[in-house]
C-alpha cells in the first residue's frame, strides 16, 4: 500500500506493456495541492483547475487500452485534509487475451483527515478477455473515501457479449489498519451461464459497486436507499462494519451508467457539505 510520496508500491509480474503512478495530495490553507507524483510507461496523470473545493486527478493510460500480459498500478493518497477526486479519462478497454492475464493494481489512501474519491469510468471487457484486478483501500479513523467500478461485459453496440476470458476482480478496505470489508468477483470457464445464472447475476450485462467509508456510514445507509427508489436497475445498499455499499446490475450498459451517475450526483455532495462538480471528462 502506499503510506507516503516516497513508498514505492508492491511488486507486479512485468507485463507486456505496463504503467504506473504513485501520487500523494494534502492540504495547504484549505486547498489541495499535488505534494509528489511518480509516473512511468503508458500511465499519465492529469489536474485540471476546479472551482468546488475538490481538486481532480484524472488518470490516462497513453496505450489506448489493456492487452494481454500488461500490468498497470495506481496508487493515490490523500491526507491533511485534503479533498480529492481521482478518476479516469476515459473507459478503459480490456482486449482480447492472446491466452495472458492483465494485471490492474490500484492502492488508495485516506489519512489525517483526508477525504478520497476513486471513481473510474467503466471498464469494458472484450469477448475473450482476461484481467486480474486487484484494489486496495486504507482510510483512517479522521479520513473518508468513496470508491466505486464499473464492469462492461462485452461491447454490446457491436452485438458482443462476454462468453469466455476470465474476470477476477478483488477488493479490500481497511479502517486503521483493521480488514472490515473484503469482496471478490471471479467469472471463468462458462461466463455467459455464470452472468445469466438467476443466483448468479442474472442476465446482467454490466455490474457497478460503490463503497464508502466514513464515520457517517451508517447513519447514510437510508438515504443511500432512497436515492436508489427511481434507478431502473437492479440495486440493493448495505452497511457492514462500517463501510456502505451500493450495487447496480443491468441489462443494458447506458441505463446503468446514467442511473449510477446520478446517483453520485445526489450522495457526493453529502460528503461535502455541499455542491460538488462532476468530474470534468464525465
Known sequence: MIVTGDALLPELIAGETSGEIQAAFAGDSGRTRLASLYQQGTLRML????????????????????????????????SGNAKLLATSQAAEKVYRSTGADCLIETFLRAES??????????????????????????????????????????????????????????????????????????????????????????????????AYVGEDAPRMLEDARRMLNDSSCRTGATCVNGVLI?????????????????????????????????????
Open 47 to 78: 489536474m485540471p483547475d476546479t472551482h468546488d473545493g475538490v481538486a481532480q486527478a484524472i488518470v490516462a493510460n497513453t496505450s489506448g487500452g489493456i492487452v494481454a500480459g500488461d500490468a498497470l498500478r495506481i496508487g493515490v493518497t490523500a
Open 113 to 210: 483527515g483526508g477525504t478520497l474519491e476513486w471513481l473510474p469510468q467503466e471498464t469494458i471487457l472484450f469477448e475473450g478477455a482476461r484481467m486480474r484486478r486487484r484494489i486496495t483501500l486504507d482510510v483512517d479513523a479522521t479520513s473518508s473515501a468513496l470508491i466505486g467500478e464499473t464492469l462492461v461485459f462485452g461491447r454490446a453496440a457491436r452485438g458482443e457479449r462476454l462468453t469466455r476470458g476470465l474476470v477476477h476482480d478483488v477488493w479490500q478496505v481497511r479502517r486503521d489498519g483493521r480488514l472490515v470489508w473484503a469482496d471478490a468477483l471471479r467469472l471463468d470457464g462458462d461466463i455467459a451461464a455464470k452472468l445469466d445464472a438467476p443466483a448468479g447475476l442474472g442476465g446482467a450485462a454490466a455490474y457497478a459497486t460503490l
Open 246 to 282: 451500493a450495487r447496480w446490475l443491468s441489462e443494458d450498459a447506458s441505463a446503468l451508467r446514467r442511473d449510477y451517475l446520478r446517483f453520485l450526483a445526489a450522495f457526493r455532495p453529502l460528503l461535502h457539505g455541499g455542491t460538488v462538480d462532476a468530474p470534468t471528462v464525465w
